[in-house]
Structure formats: C-alpha cells, structure tokens
C-alpha cells in the first residue's frame, strides 16, 4: 500500500530528513513504501516482518520483560538482553560463596541453566483494533472525569476478559492519545532460566561516570532461556547472529518496546513539561541534594540512609538537566510551534477539521490552566519523593480515608491487595531515614508550600513537626497503619495534622488531574486527526510500550564544534579506560586475553540513529537480512530530550556490538554449549 | 641535489611515514627531493623558499620575537604574530583611561601606530659554518669541563665580533649536539609599533580551561609594524594573505624559531628525562601544590602571596603530567630503543663509525652514572623554585662567594652588571613570602634531602630554622646581599648556616653538571654521524631556536577511541562557549556581528601535523602558494611529548584561520587602513 501521493524529487528530500525518525507500528511497517525501505538498506520483504492477517512476523522475536525488551537467537527459546535487564535472575543465584554477580555465569549445558523465580517474558500474539469498543463505553453526555473513569474501567474489563486465557498477559493501548485503542495479547513465560552472564565489571563497566555517555565500553548483555512445560520454547521467530558485522553508513533496525514519549503534544504543552516538570526539577531536586549532601557531611549513619534517595533525586535532577539543554539544542519547542502552525493554517480552510482545531484551543486552555496551577501541583506530587516522614505520614492518612471505602470502590494502589506491600514500605521506611536530612528536607518543602499559598503549611516548622510526632517511631508508625481517620486525628500527632490538613487539597488535585486526562482523552484524537492528515504519510505514534521498529543506519555525531564522536569503539579503548577501580576494572583473564593486536581491534559498542527511548533496554539491532548484529541499551546525553522531538543532529543510541559478545563467548570464555545454539561452533 | 637512493614504492612508503615529522633548516629544504615536496603541496620551487647563495628566501619572512615568531605580511614591514607575543606592547600603552587590554586597538593610519620601548624583532641576514672554528678553539687533551669552558668561550668572542656591525644581533647554534655550529647573523629591528589588538577577551579567549586543548575558538593575533630610521621597514619577503582558505587534508608550511627538542637522545637518556625529570616533578611539584593549598587555606593574604609559586608549580606539574603520558602513549622510549639498535647494528660492522659506537655506550655511562645521583640532583635544582627562604639565603652566600671573585671570573648571572636584578629579587620576594607555605614546603624539601643523604639537610627542621633567621625580614636581607662570606657566616643565622653547608654540594654539583655537558659536547656529534648516515636522507636536528620550516597538512586526530577531533572550528563553537564570564566572554560587538547563520559558518582555529614546539608562538602557516592561511599558537595536549619523538597519530599544532582574522577587521573592526595594505581592500 502506497502512502506516499508526492513527487520523486521532494520524496527523497522528505525521505532524507524524515529516514529515522519514527517508533513505526507492525502494522505501519506495510504502509512505508517498500523502495525507500529497500534504499534504506532493507533486504526482506516488509511482509517478513510483519504479517497482518496472523498477525505476527520477524518483529515478534522481540519480546517484553519488565521495563526492557529481550530477543529470541535461538529456535529453542534462547533469550538475548542487557546485563541490567536480567540482574535479578542472576542476583536470585549469586551467594558470597558463588558470587555470580561478580564472576558471572555460563551453562555449560542445558541442565546447568538456572531457573529463577521471578523474570519473566511476554511474547506478542494478536493486535485487535478496540477502539469503537471503549468510544461505545464513554457515556453520552458526561464529563471529563467520568469519561477517563469509564475508558479505564473499559480498559480493565477487555483486559480481564482476554487473560481469562490462561497464560494470557493482555493491555490495551492507547495510540495518539487515543484515537485508537489497541488490545494487545500477548502470551507470558514464566519459567526463564539464566544461560550466561559476563563479570559484572564486563555487564556494568563504566557505571554511572559512563552512564548517557560516549565513548563506551560496556559490555551490557546477558542471556537466558524461556521453557514452557519444563521444555525448552519453541519459537518460530529468532534472530540468528550475522556472520558480518556493522560498520559506519550500515542499515539497521531495531525492535522493541519503548515506554512513553511525548511528541505528540502541542508546543504549549512542551512548554510546560519544560517549566512545569523540568526547570521545577532543577530547582527543588538541586536544592535538596545539596541539603542532603550537606546535613549527612562526615555521617556514616547519615549518607547511608539518604544514599537510595540521592541517587533518584541525582537521576531526576540529571534528566532533567539534559532535557532542558536538548530541547534547547534541538529548538524542539520552537520547532513544534512551527510544526503546530502548519498544521493550523492547513486545516484552517477544510471544514473537516473545524472540530480539530477546535480540540487544538482547548488544549492550549488546558495547557494553560495548568500552568497556572503548576508550580503548588509540583509540591504536591514531590510529597512521595521528599520528606521520609511527610510521606509517611500522607500515605497512612490516605490508606485510612481509602480503607473506610468497600474494596472495589478504592482508588488504585490502596486495594486489599496492596496493603502488604504499604505496610512493608512503612516498615522498611526507617532504613532511609536520618532526621538532620529529613528536617532539612521538610523545611525546604515548608518554605515553598508557604510560597505557593498551600495553606496547610503556613506557620509550620519542620523542628516543631518532628518535635510533635510519633511517626518517626517504627511500631507507633505501624500502629497507626491499622487505625481510621478518627483515631489518628485523635493522637493530635502534628506530622499526622499536617497530612491529615493537606489531604482534602491534594484530594482535589487528583480529581483535577484526572478531569484534565479526561479531557486530554476526549481533544488529543480530534486534534492529531488533522496532523496525520496533514502529513499525508505514516505518522508514527507516541510509544506506550506496544512493540515498534524502527529504521537507521550506524552514524556518529558531533557533540560540539570541532569534534565528533566516531560511531564504533574497540576493546582497544575498554583497556585503555581500565584503571583496575570499580567501574573501570576489567578481570585479568579478559585483560590477557586481549593482548594481541587484532583482538584489541574487536568492536565494543556502535551508535546508530535509530529512534529509542526508555523499554528499549534490550532491544535487538538486527541488519537488512534481519540478522542481531548488537544489542540497544543506552542513549547519549545530547539525545535525552528525543522523547520531545527527533534531533537528526544527535538523536543516537548505543549498542553492544555482537563481535564483542561472540569474541567474549568464544575467544575468552569457550561456551561452546551456547555458541553451538547459536550456529557459531 | 637528490639525496634519496631508493626505490620507488618503498620511497613512497618512507615518505608517508615521515611526511610531517622534521623541523627542517633553510639549508635541509634544499635536500629534500623536490617531487616528493611538490606531491605534498608545494606549489613553488624550493629555491624560492631559500637561495643559499643569498643566505636568504620567503623563509626569511618569519622574524624572530623573544620567545615567539612573526610574519611580515606586507612590503612595508606589517608584522603579525600571537596576541600573546605582543602583550607587552599592548600593555605599555593600556592605561585606566584607555584600556587597550580590554578593547583592543586599531589604528587607522600609521600616525596612529603606536612606538614601544621594548618589542624587538630579528631578521634573519646569514648562516656561517663555525664548526672549524669552535673545534680549533678547544685546546688538544682538555677534560671535558675545560671543554665546554672553551666551546663557551669561543661562541662569545663569535657573537661579539658579529656584533660589531651595528644592528645586527648573532647568535651560534649548536647543531647535532655540536656535529655543526652554525653563526646566525641577523639584524634587530627596535623601532615596533602597534597597529592591531583585538579585545583580549578575544585574543585569549578560553584562557586556561582551553590551554593545550581541542576544541578551540582563540583568536591569539594582533599586529605590528617594524620601523627602520623613522620609516616603515621595506621588507623583501612576506606572506600575502590566501584569498581562500584550507580544508581538511590541506598542505601547508609553517616557519618559525622552535626552541628546543630533545630527539636527538639515545633512549637512556630519554628515560633519564623520563623518571628524573617528570617523575620528579610530578611526585615533588604535586606534593608542593597539595601543600600550598592546605596552608592557604581561608587566607587571602596567603592566597595572594604563593598565587604566583602556584601557578608556576601547577605549569610545571602539568606539562610533567602530559609528557608522561605523551612518552607511554607514543611508547617514545621504546621507539628510540629501537632506533638506536637498529643504527647500532647498522653500524657494527663499519669501522668508520667505530668512534660512533663507542661515544654512544660513553653517552650510555654518563646516563647510568646521572641515574645514579638523578633524584639528590633534582632537590639541588629546586632550591630555586621552592621554598622563599632558603632560595634566598642560598642566592645570598652564592652572591658573597662570587662577589669575592674578579667581575670577569664571576660565573655568569653573578656579575656587576646583574647586581641590581639580583637586589631587586631580593626586595620583591617580601610579596611572594607567606610563612605557613614556606615552612611546609621547606619541610618537604628537608626531609627529601635527608633521604637523599644531603648531609646539611640531616637534624634541621623548617620550624628551627625560622626561628633562628632575620633573613625573613626585608631590610636585614638586603643588609646581608653586601656581607662577605665572613659576615654571613659571623651572624650564625640558621637560613643561612644552612645554604652556607649547602654551598659546597651545590658547587660540586654545577662542575659535576658542566662537565658533563662538556663530555655530551663531545660524544653526541660521533653518535649523530652515524645516525645520519645510516638514515641515508636529511635529517632534521634538533630545535635550537633557528629558523626551521616544517611541512604538513590540515588534519584531525583521534585523542580516543571512539572520539575524533575534526581539524576546524567556527565561530559557532565560539559562541556556544560564550558564557558571558572570563575567559569565555566574548565583548557584546562581536556577538551582535555574529547573528547571521553564514557568520557563524566563519573557521576559527584549525589543526595541522606540522612540527612545532615552544618559540613557534606567532608562526605563520602558509599554502603551497606562501600565502598566509594561518597562525601557529598552540598544540594539543596529547603532542607535549611531541619534543622527545613525533608521534604521527597525536602531532598537531593549532592555528587562527587567517578568514577569521579577516572577517573580524573586515565585518566587525571596518579597519581598512589595515585591510588596504593587505590588499583586502
């Protein structure tokens, strides 16, 4: 099917600007021109990759796990992902006396694989379009908030209905905000066992100092086995590892299930994702990790408890950081407004899309409702990240305002079944507390709440809250786990007055919240119908962790004037980055075995102007014959700020090149068990 | 005259390998096979470049400035060179009122040229071989002080006898360790007048964050004009400026006066250079630098006292730093081990370079026998650079010995007419004097020599002998620099009892040193003969601060795996480093002229594989045509070892691209009595 309606010369200039761009659906896959696909470098047939009456194809190799995406090598169900991705499988086996952690693992047969209790994988079976099904749901006439209410509940009922199959692990997904709702059906694999694992020092080198950045070294790959009936999978898609490698200008593609992305929004709403989420970030979160790094200087106990905090708020902080400057590189904000513009003045004149451009004004109304609200909003959602105690003690006040309700009319996330899960938060709690820090902390929040006319907070200060609680106490804290809304404002506990005196506002801020999706839900379809039609071409939609591909070619970039980052590294390069200290220390036997200087020359990582975002950790990179030619798990900090917009300057993402992996299994550590499944030996 | 006896593809070969290394003398250019330059670049024949029956040639259009090059770039002695070798003259005329050194300077007709009292330049007139004459100089069967006394000797009455002649200025150059001497006879001109200065915010922009480094956006030129009787010098030879300019894989030639390299060392003495020299200065000068810091610490006094010591430390430790990692990462040591047995067994079966070899394992024993006493050598040197206090007090009796001498037999830098300089020294250190740092670093230094069995250092330490001294007080020691020998020591003041049983290890030491450079004076010329016979093609000497060329071509490097620095940056770069504060703050003029996308297209700085090292500051690059495409100011990092062995994958010099030059005088400084003249206009 030809999409394409434009002349040759200025198909090949749109073409060129537009190559990578784009986390294209199976289905899209069949709308692309198959020439441009094969000028890309694409030796198959797009219908291999995809075939919509089974509904399956070569992308289903790619299959889910948690926050990741994994790839079938094998036909017996062998499984390629990050090192990062499969941890918990490999830390589940990893005692001091068998530290698989550190050493790694190999099977050496079929009987050494480990199972683990808790990896498991979802392999694509079936897309049904669900969209007329959950618009039938909406009733006629109601508000934004029961609208998202009934679009939820529907969603949860196809959902119940398609896991009735056994096995069965569905979602619906919502595409362009929703103007199309997609059930996905997947089958789950539970019984995933742990074939191989390089040295951590080899899976995480260069930790955090290499982390977003380039040059790499990081040899992030592990794999393992899916078994269905205490048998080996049999799976009718794998990708078989190419007996060639990349090199700079090759093509790739790259399947997976990348998380969210937020390219659909209008620019207004960038703008306030800029402000609202981003700058607010900076601010607060740069402020408290200075505080925590000050209050716990020269405490053990202190920088302890505080670490797992300051980390989230130095990665939130970090992103942040890079989203800013790369909506700044990208002028992607300024872009989108062009973008806007011309999809205005083109729908303008067509009486088809008055309804779209009526959702348009809207949105901008939203957008700026919200911005009105923004800044007191960002204090009411950083309650959950700040303050050990606040946090605390507003989640026992919601738990016992939720508890008084019948269980399926509680909000989710405090049903029945969560409760353990609260309870154990709680208890675990006093780990991460150390008072100077969470004073410091809840007099920072204090001071800003005042700011924002959060009245509960005025005349409160932070000594005087610790001074007058309780909570910070483990077993008076699970006490009042079990108690009402009665009996905890009757321990006049001024942590508990607090939380119980902001509950009714961030009550209201939820409705709010869920009033404005609501709404969302109801403008964004009508409005991206006149951007895809104005495109005249396959729009990619917004990733909601629904399988993808996407198309590229092996490209370096140019961070700054007079210098570029060349797309390939060596292991040349991971030797010469060793320091012999975590995370730069390599295991002697790797170090000896990559004496010679043909071995030094092994290719190590390759960047690729693929268009990833977060979910695709794992993600296979394969050639133009579909062959794995490495494996996704990282972007560079100059492309942080893709999920707004694709910058063709430097929107790339790195992957461990399956040479280092092969050389790794073969020339080091001679799992030949493996590399016989893989048709290596 | 052909001087490759070689077979085609093997010269070829030869040729790419050595293309770019070699500081070549006017004379060498002439040996070079013409092809070979003309396959490079060179467009003009070589004897336009030098005309050795003139001694003269374009070469000549690159002067010598103390410690830099210039470039006379029009026939009336319009000179261009770094904005950091004009500095002085800028600042002669930069008062409150009038700050040249902030804004620049332009002067629109040579009435506005402004005269300086200090800025002298040389032209280069002759070359005279003296070898004959400094060998018959050197009385038969002398030791090899008395050696190098006489050699010393000799080169003096030469330059003074050249001198006679009023204006010119000689020098005798040491070739080879000694294989060649050669008189540079050339004349002074010392009527230099200021006709250009950017802002310095330009001329140094980057300051230190960027020295050394890539990428770089420095616009180091300013502008001169020599003066001869009143009256604008006439010069014969200059560069015009290129009407376009260089790209990637571009050849050009860069002429200047390099100051000294050190290739012409066997490998022992490099690695001697290696561990005495930079270990040591790493290991000391870094301890140093630790301790300046902990003592300074909260003291603006103190800070402000050592920020000159510091600074000085901090350059020394750095290039230490660089040359380390410059001599591993061109395994230079090694590369000259090689060499050197491979001319030694070259050599083994000649006999007439049976002399040769036995100099070379003679140089071998003076480098085991400097291993031998390298480390207690190195604390001898630092009394200079270390502590305030014992620097003084060793200066003091060093003074009062030599004073005691006739004037003529004084060592040199102890005679009458350096008294002055010597009190003056002497006067100023009260500034540089803070006694917390002082004592640390004397500290450091005592138990240093201590190891090192410096007898006088054993039993003494640096709070005693504080306590013990007036030498700390200015009017005392500027009593002591009159005081004989005999009163120093009558006064029994612990600094100087100290430097006064310093003094005779100190003067042992200065014999032991002569001595040995008298014996290299000796030995290197016989090694070096078989070195370039077994090369069997010109060989560039060493740098002696004469006039060279070197021949390359614009080019990146890798300075790691996985990054490429591209050979040129844009005035973009510029301003995406433009920060507002120093050295990052481009004056608001500038920025404004800058706007345009074109603008910003404009080539700043570019990097070639030209051979160049300190005394090339200001040097012009120019095409294969002689035209001025550039300006040497620095090299990268990665090249400091550049003066122990060329080293093709980092050797690369850093140049201002003249359009940058001419696009600030043209669009932003509308200078066009300047941009007449270089026929711009």
């Not at 761009?21 to 198959?34: A, N, R, S």
């Not at 299959?63 to 918990?88: D, M």
């Not at 074939?195 to 260069?206: I, L, M, N, Q, S």
């Not at 995370?583 to 036997?589: D, N, S, V």
Request: aromatic share 8%; charged share 25%; proline share 4%.
């Amino acid at each position: 099917m030809r999409r394409f309606r434009i002349g040759v010369l200025f198909f090949v200039l749109a073409a060129l600007a537009l190559a990578e761009e784009g986390k294209w659906t199976p289905q899209q896959v069949l709308q692309i021109d198959p020439t441009w696909l094969k000028q890309q470098g694409l030796q198959l047939p797009a219908l291999k990759l995809w075939d919509p009456k089974r509904g399956t194809g070569l992308l289903a190799a790619a299959v889910a796990l948690p926050g990741c995406t994994a790839a079938f090598v094998s036909a017996n169900g062998l499984i390629l992902t990050n090192h990062h991705c499969l941890f918990g499988l490999i830390q589940e086996h990893s005692t001091t006396d068998n530290d698989l952690i550190t050493n790694g693992f190999i099977a050496r047969s079929r009987e050494q694989e480990l199972a683990g209790k808790t990896t498991r994988i979802t392999v694509p079976r079936k897309f049904t379009d669900v969209t007329k099904a959950i618009e039938a749901a909406i009733p006629a006439g109601v508000n934004d908030l029961a609208r998202l209410k009934a679009i939820e509940a529907k969603q949860k009922s196809l959902v119940a209905e398609c896991e009735r199959t056994p096995g069965n692990r569905c979602s619906v997904a919502a595409f362009d905000g929703g103007l199309q709702y997609t059930l996905v059906e997947g089958f789950e694999l539970t019984d995933i066992r742990l074939v191989y694992a390089p040295p951590r020092a080899v899976g995480e080198f260069g930790g955090e100092p290499d982390n977003f950045r380039w040059p790499r070294h990081t040899g992030d790959f592990a794999m393992a086995r899916a078994y269905k009936d205490g048998k080996p999978y049999q799976c009718e898609f794998f990708y078989p590892i190419a007996k060639t490698g990349v090199k700079a200008g090759d093509f790739v593609m790259l399947m997976g299930y990348p998380g969210r992305t937020f390219r659909s929004m209008t620019a207004d709403e960038m703008a306030n994702e800029r402000r609202l989420r981003f700058e607010m970030a900076k601010d607060v979160f740069g402020e408290w990790i200075g505080l925590l790094e000050q209050t716990t200087k020269g405490s053990a106990e202190g920088t302890i408890a505080v670490s797992v905090m300051l980390k989230n708020l130095n990665n939130t902080h970090t992103n942040a950081q890079g989203q800013l400057d790369g909506l700044e590189r990208g002028k992607l904000v300024e872009k989108q407004r062009a973008a806007d513009d011309a999809v205005v003045a083109w729908a303008a004149g067509r009486a088809a899309f008055a309804g779209a451009l009526a959702a348009k004004q809207d949105l901008e109304k939203l957008a700026e409702a919200r911005r009105a609200t923004g800044a007191r909003d960002y204090l009411y959602g950083v309650i959950g990240t700040g303050s050990v105690a606040l946090r605390e003690a507003a989640s026992l006040v919601r738990m016992a305002g939720e508890r008084a309700k019948a269980d399926e009319e509680r909000e989710a996330g405090y049903q029945e079944r969560d409760w353990i899960r609260i309870r154990a938060a709680l208890a675990r709690d006093t780990q991460s507390f150390y008072r100077p820090s969470d004073e410091a902390i809840l007099s920072s929040w204090l001071r800003r709440a005042q700011a924002e006319k959060i009245t509960p907070a005025v005349g409160r200060s932070a000594l005087d809250l610790f001074r007058g609680t309780k909570i910070t106490d483990p077993s008076e804290r699970l006490k009042m786990f079990n108690e009402s809304l009665d009996q905890l404002r009757a321990r006049n506990d001024s942590m508990l007055n607090l939380a119980l005196a902001l509950e009714p506002e961030l009550r209201a801020w939820r409705v709010a919240t869920d009033t404005r999706d609501g709404a969302i839900a109801r403008l964004r379809p009508e409005w991206r119908k006149a951007v895809i039609a104005h495109a005249g071409k396959p729009v990619a939609p917004d990733a909601n962790s629904t399988l993808r591909v996407t198309f590229g070619h092996v490209k370096g970039y140019s961070p700054r004037d007079g210098v570029m980052y060349t797309p390939q590294t060596t292991l040349a390069g991971m030797i010469e980055k060793s320091t012999g200290e975590e995370p730069f220390a390599i295991p002697r036997f790797i170090l000896d075995a990559a004496r010679t200087a043909k071995t030094r020359e092994i290719p190590l990582n390759f960047m690729a102007d693929t268009d990833t975002t977060g979910g695709n950790s794992g993600s296979p990179v394969v050639n133009g014959r579909g062959e794995l030619v490495g494996l996704n798990f990282d972007r560079p900090w100059e492309n942080v700020a893709n999920d707004f917009g694709y910058n063709p300057d430097v929107a790339r993402n790195i992957s461990v090149d399956v040479r280092f992996l092969v050389w790794l299994l073969e020339d080091v550590q001679k799992a030949d068990f493996i590399l016989k499944e893989l048709g290596l030996k």
